[in-house]
């Protein structure tokens, strides 16, 4: 996804002003989100205790478990939709895998295509690993924690403005590295033929395209 910056090249870019506190506070979300996360395993054991009773008591004929499952499904569905909306939830990307060492990696020619694209891969939000905010160099969304941080035109805010260059292009995340646009037809409805998809540039992208059409 994208490719290093003209700073990488030898441009002298000036890097981010460093904050002296940033480390810290990443230090202690990360502990504040590691006890959400133990929290919601504990919920999730308290519900399979609750589900072992059900079945109990519906093996006795004491409950229809199938009525409780109907109206449990539209219910759980409602209530994890508002608590990741609520940013109760913490995305981070599973398994845990070293971003350096991926190999193989898909080699697009993207300042070609860059015109066609608008470097929009950059504008595909994901969960970082607990690798990329340990290194504290990716920044991500204080309030969707960790998704990556997006600027007001939903581009990640490492990408320089115009290009497709990548500011923290060395260490940016796996999901940037493994990321291969060309069968994505979010992107590129014929990638050898570099056909975009022209819902690209609707507001709403990428949520507005329907990938089962
Ligand atoms: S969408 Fe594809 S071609 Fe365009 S910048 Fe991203 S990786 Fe490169
Ligand atoms: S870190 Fe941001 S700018 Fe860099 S490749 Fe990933 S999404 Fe693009």
Redesign the pocket.
């Known amino acids: 996804?994208?490719s290093p910056t003209d700073a990488e090249q030898g441009d002298p870019i000036p890097p981010d002003t460093p904050d002296v506190d940033r480390d810290d506070l990443i230090n202690g979300l990360l502990y504040v989100h590691g006890r959400l996360n133990m929290n919601a395993r504990y919920a999730l054991q308290a519900h399979a205790w609750l589900m072992g009773l059900i079945e109990v008591l519906d093996e006795r004929g004491l409950v229809d478990k199938q009525k409780i499952e109907e109206k449990a499904k539209p219910l759980a569905a409602g209530l994890s939709k508002h608590f990741m909306q609520e940013g109760n939830g913490v995305f981070l990307q599973e398994p845990n895998i070293d971003k350096y060492s991926y190999e193989g990696l898909p080699q697009i020619d993207c300042e070609s295509r860059v015109h066609l694209c608008k470097?929009s891969?950059?504008r595909l939000q994901f969960a970082m690993s607990k690798q990329d905010v340990e290194e504290g160099i990716?920044r991500w969304e204080l309030r969707q924690p960790y998704l990556?941080a997006v600027n007001e035109n939903g581009y990640?805010t490492?990408?320089k403005e115009g290009t497709c260059h990548?500011?923290?292009?060395e260490n940016?995340?796996g999901a940037?590295r493994i990321f291969d646009c060309r069968n994505d037809k979010r992107i590129w409805l014929d990638f050898d033929k570099r056909e975009i998809n022209p819902r690209l540039n609707e507001p709403g992208w990428p949520g507005n395209v329907d990938l089962e059409a």
């Open positions: 996804m994208s470097a891969c950059c990716v990556i990640c490492h990408l990548c500011t923290i292009y940016r995340p940037c």
